[in-house]
Structures are given as C-alpha cells and as structure tokens.
C-alpha cells in the first residue's frame, strides 16, 4: 500500500498556457542579458538542464552562479505575474479533487519536480492546489540535475521505501525517475505524452486524466 505520492507540476496537476515559458524568458534575460530566442527541450528535465542547455544554444557557457541567478529572476518572475497565471493558466481538471481526496484517505502528498522549489509552491498556491503538499518531503530542480536522483532525495527525506511510495506524472522522464528507485508510477496522459506512449515507456497504471478521484485513490492505496 503506497502512503506517500510523489507529484510532477507541469501538466500533471497545472497548464501554465505559455506563461511559464514568457517567465523562463524574463528571467533568461536577466540572468544573462540576452533575450531568450529558442529554449531546449523541456519535458521531463530539470530547471538548472534546461538553463544550462538554452544557454548553449545562445553560445553561452554558464555556472551554478549564473543559474542561481536566473532561479531568483524566474522567482521574481512568478511573484510579479501571479495574477497573469491565474488568469491565463489552469488547473488541470480533476486536479483539486484529486489532491483532496488522498488527503482523506490519509496519504501523504509532495512534489518530485524539475521546478525549483519556489516556482513549484507559487504555482500550485496560484491554483490553490498547495495545502496538502507537504513541501519538506519533496525535491526540486535545485537539488540535482536528474530526476532519478530527486526521486532518491525525496524518498530519503519522506523517510519511506520504494515500495511505500507512487509517483504520478505525465512524461517518460517522469516514469524512468521513478522506476529508477524502484518506485510504481501511475502516469496521466494531460501532457504531450499520449496514453500509449506512456505504456511503452513502463507506466504501471495509465490514466487520461485525474477526474475520475475514487479510482486514483483505489490505485494509490492498493496498487494497480
């Protein structure tokens, strides 16, 4: 019986429409002082990767200095446009209602992302979507490049086994992570991944959303 989940952000509970790729930009800029004219692959990859490789693709060589830069620019970024990705963006539908519903059922909830940490709380409070995260058990884009290595993390710090946790999330990375660490995935098919590209990456459970509540709680507390 899995006690704890472990959420992706992007397209697995949030859809910032495009607004989050305008605040990687504004931040982009004011971390390095180019305009950001092309961004590398996103899916399934870390905040300091996808820094790191934008950066090559404007010649541009970078370290943890700079990208800590650009982490407090994409902060700053989110704080002054909330309102803008409230409006603009959404909860995925069945998102709410999921998250409330393991919280019911006594399961503990907290986020395995490439965001880092501040960005991942503001998005989520944005859409209201944060009071049954609990934060301290997660990991995020600023502890490790790869997304195995945050899966690790958070189960050391949630104190929890492999098989005491599930991850649920929308890309291949997402499932290699988790199966990395031994961990059963349940993969939503609300991102660029369809249901059978999830299947063949590994997914135990495949679902195309998060509407159906009483079935994800079913799947979380008693397998697939």
Do not use: C
Not at 178 to 205: M, P
């Amino acid at each position: 019986m899995a006690g704890l989940v472990l959420w992706d952000v992007d397209h697995t509970l949030i859809d910032t429409r495009g607004v989050g790729r305008e605040l990687s930009a504004a931040a982009f800029l004011k971390a390095t002082g180019q305009p950001m004219r092309q961004q590398a692959r996103i899916d399934g990859i870390t905040e300091p990767v996808i820094f790191r490789e934008t950066a090559k693709l404007h010649d541009l060589a970078t370290d943890r200095a700079d990208f800590e830069r650009f982490a407090r620019a994409l902060t700053a970024a989110h704080l002054d446009r909330a309102a803008e990705l409230r409006e603009r963006g959404h909860a995925l539908p069945g998102a709410a209602a999921a998250l409330d519903a393991l919280a019911t059922a006594g399961v503990r909830q907290t986020v395995v992302s490439g965001n880092i940490r501040a960005v991942a709380e503001l998005k989520l409070q944005v859409f209201g979507l944060d009071t049954p995260i609990l934060w301290e058990l997660g990991a995020y884009g600023e502890d490790h490049d790869v997304r195995a290595a945050l899966v690790r993390l958070s189960l050391q710090r949630a104190h929890t086994t492999a098989d005491a946790a599930v991850l649920i999330g929308d890309t291949p990375a997402d499932i290699e992570g988790a199966h990395a660490n031994g961990v059963r995935v349940i993969a939503v098919a609300t991102g660029r991944s369809d249901e059978a590209a999830l299947r063949d990456a590994g997914a135990e459970v495949v679902l195309p959303d998060l509407r159906d509540a009483e079935l994800l709680v079913k799947l979380v507390r008693n397998g697939a």
